[in-house]
């Protein structure tokens, strides 16, 4: 079973500072938030974390009121089957409609039998249709 749907992700760009996603995370769960999912990466001095959390609103609410400067983007969120040749399928399907992945993460555990990923495309709008697409051919 596959799944695609629209979502937000948070996007934090900082300093590179030793402890930034712990910080970060801490201000969050003292405030009832649970990270669904994150991505961090270092480029020279600055780190770029993009999170999804269970209520984005308030997320970027509390970052806010702590001198972070959140800004929402929107990505693809995709749940599928956790098996060789899934991210095969789904990337081909992007490059058969001529859309760029931007940035991607995901994550399962060796005994799920789904994983969950997250995409920023060139388009998201056309990749939400081609992926609704292939999930309705797959099902």
């Known amino acids: 079973m596959l799944n695609v ?3 937000k992700e948070i996007v934090l760009r900082v300093k590179n500072d030793m402890g930034v996603l712990g910080e970060v995370s801490r ?10 999912a994150v991505c961090a990466n270092v480029e020279q001095d600055i780190c770029t974390l993009r999170l999804i959390t269970d209520d984005n609103l308030r997320a970027c609410d509390i970052l806010q009121e702590h001198a972070y400067t959140p800004v929402e ?4 969120v995709l749940e599928a089957p956790h098996k060789p040749g899934m991210l095969k399928k789904l ?3 992007l490059g058969e409609e001529d859309i760029e992945i931007v940035t991607a993460y995901a994550t399962t555990c060796l005994n799920d039998i789904r994983c969950s990923m997250v995409l920023r495309t060139t388009n998201d709008a056309r990749a939400l249709v081609a992926l609704s697409e ?5 099902a």
């Open 134 to 138: 292939f999930v309705a051919e797959y």
């Open 91 to 93: 990337t081909q399907r």
């Open 27 to 36: 201000l969050l769960s003292e405030r009832g938030l649970s990270v669904m």
């Open 73 to 76: 983007e929107p990505v693809v």
């Open 5 to 7: 749907s629209q979502a």
